[in-house]
């Protein structure tokens, strides 16, 4: 049977989802605690793989398993075996057919910009702390030039191993509460550094360091050289990954930590 998840991490301390030749990664440490509950090897599948820093509040998983557990046993039984900054949220099993990367319709990120005079202990984890004025009227005006399907070379990373820089841009929303700015962008997939990329350009604007038509320029020149700093990967999270409704996977719960 296949068996698809929900969980959220903490990225602090990973080298990413993806399990890597050294260092700490969410995939190798929840295939783990999988196989020890289903007593067999399995291997995990993740929606996408989240870099070094980045962190999470739904990344969807699959496996496929011969074990025959109850939803709540597999939940208690990986959680149980897993560190403090993983928490499966949810288990359900679903269709063969179903995959947690190919069956995705689209994805969302929000990236958070604490702007205040001092840094920020409470939220250096999760936030980019900058002590700029930050005006979004433009860096949401600046944002609707990167809407649709467009060749966005200028913002991946040097390694990207994807096969094409084509993807399809859906919305870009910029909301503030007092101090904190999320900038929040959803597509159909997403680049290697891609969203981290894009909020270098509109931190940028914002700022008055650049004008607002920069960004339409960056976007036709595909020339990453060219595209400014990335932002730090510790503002940056995964909030959503949507699939057809015939899944009928959970809804997305509330979650505390999307404004801290």
Known sequence: MRIALGLEYDGTDFVGWQSQRDGRSVQDL?????????DHPVTVFG????DAGVHAAQQIAHFDTAASREPRQWLLGINSRLP???AVQWV????????ARRSALWRRY??????RGTRSALSRRRAWWLHDSMDCGAMSAAGAAWLGENDFSAFR???CRSSTPMRRLISVGIHRRESLIALEFT??????????NLVGVLVEIGTGRAAQSWAAEVLAGRDRTQGGMAAPAQGLTL????YPEHFDLPARPDNDADFI
């Open 92 to 99: 359900k099993e679903v269709k063969p057919e179903f995959d």
């Open 30 to 38: 929840l295939t783990v605690a999988i196989a020890t509950v289903a």
């Open 110 to 115: 929000r990236y958070l910009l604490r702007l």
């Open 47 to 50: 929606s996408g793989r989240t």
């Open 187 to 196: 597509a159909n997939a997403f680049l290697q550094h891609m969203v981290r």
């Open 239 to 242: 909030i959503e990954v949507a």
């Open 157 to 159: 990373a040097a390694g």
């Open 84 to 86: 403090a900054d993983i």
